[in-house]
């Protein structure tokens, strides 16, 4: 019977991962962990189409390779500030902006979560992040088009005060 409990154990735990594992291939967000020395641990499928780069060609790599140039010394410390801030995970809903970095050598905006966790004795940090490009053109539009809009009722305003002086002069030569 102890023998039984742990075969279904044992399969249960082998489900689960197995599920989890699909989950993490199948989610639309890139989800990267890495190890406290900045090592990609996994890289899954929202990952390669948000970066460009499979899986097999990143894990094992450093993190650096998804981040410019400018922002990898200050990602080092952020990570160490971190780890060091709080034994407690930090929740996934907290988002910031970063700025990640594709294969191609391009730049992009992202928003990122990160939390921490331990397996097997091993601190691992797993960032969930989603390219933000879109948005930014949108909400960058957006902008134009108001501050055209506001230079349009400033031009249409003026327009009207001088055609008020221009009346007035007008009728004042007509007397």
Not at 139 to 166: D, P, W
């Amino acid at each position: 019977t102890a023998l039984l409990c742990l075969h279904r154990a044992q399969t249960e735990g082998a489900r689960q991962r197995e599920i989890l594992a699909g989950v993490l291939e199948i989610a639309p967000d890139a989800i990267v962990s890495i190890d406290v020395e900045g090592v990609i641990r996994i890289f899954n499928k929202g990952a390669e189409k948000v970066f460009g780069w499979k899986a097999e060609e990143v894990l094992g790599r450093s993190l650096d390779l998804l981040l410019p140039a400018v922002a990898r010394g200050g990602h080092k410390d952020q990570i160490k500030r971190y780890r060091a801030s709080s034994s407690a995970p930090r929740l996934m809903g907290l988002r910031r902006e970063i700025t990640g970095l594709r294969k191609d050598g391009s730049e992009f905006p992202a928003e990122a979560s990160i939390s921490r966790m331990e397996s097997g004795g091993e601190e691992i940090l797993t960032v969930i992040m989603n390219d933000i490009t879109l948005r930014k053109k949108t909400e960058e539009r957006l902008s134009r088009a108001q501050k055209m809009e506001t230079i349009g009722q400033l031009a249409g305003g003026v327009a009207h005060e001088f055609n008020n002086m221009l009346m007035g002069l007008q009728g004042s030569l007509e007397l």
